[in-house]
């Protein structure tokens, strides 16, 4: 009767350990914001910070919260903004200039109401004029990081100005 039930949990827990790093190693899928919606992806670096890391494995930008709660720290994002010039589309704040608004309800695109959503947007740009800026989806390494992007889209919320206060971001 004993070896039966070390048999048993011999294979519970080989099945425990078989199974825990199919798990562990969950991570984020991204679908483009062009025709097709194809599947592209991006991998960690050993230069991604921890909070881009989590979010390459449970497509949940860390910042978002970070950012709202803490408006100053916000301004890292906003500062990214600028250096990477989104102003020149979208407006010092965001509001929109010759690009849309990306702070307030008028989503161009449904999935925008998902930090995930507008990551693969900025990262892989889409076909309404909005060119990709991840270094690995545009294959440039002079273009933005992981870590940037989140930064940037942290601020973004941070800033909302939209009239539909559920805010889904802050829900994932």
């Known amino acids: 009767m004993k070896s039966k039930m070390a048999g048993k949990i011999a294979v519970s827990v080989l099945a425990i350990a078989v199974l825990m790093p199919l798990t562990a190693s969950a991570e984020c899928k991204f679908v483009t914001t062009k ?3 194809a599947a592209f992806t991006i991998k960690p670096t050993d230069k ?8 390459l494995e449970t497509c949940i930008n860390p910042y978002t919260k970070m950012y709202v709660a803490d408006p100053e720290a916000a301004k890292a994002g906003k500062k990214l ?11 010092g704040n965001a509001g929109g200039q010759t690009g849309p608004s990306i702070i307030d309800d008028t989503w161009q695109y449904a999935k925008h109401q998902t930090d995930k959503g507008l990551f693969e947007t900025i990262a892989d740009g889409s076909d309404a004029g909005m060119p990709a800026w991840h270094a690995q989806a545009a294959n440039n390494p002079e273009l933005l990081s992981t870590d940037d992007i989140l930064k940037i889209i942290g601020w973004l919320r941070a800033g909302y ?9 802050l829900k994932e």
């Open 35 to 37: 025709a097709g919606n």
């Open 48 to 55: 991604d910070s921890p909070e881009a890391k989590k979010f």
């Open 81 to 91: 903004f600028g250096y990477w010039s989104c102003t020149q589309c979208h407006g």
């Open 161 to 169: 100005k939209g009239t539909d206060q559920s805010k889904p971001w």
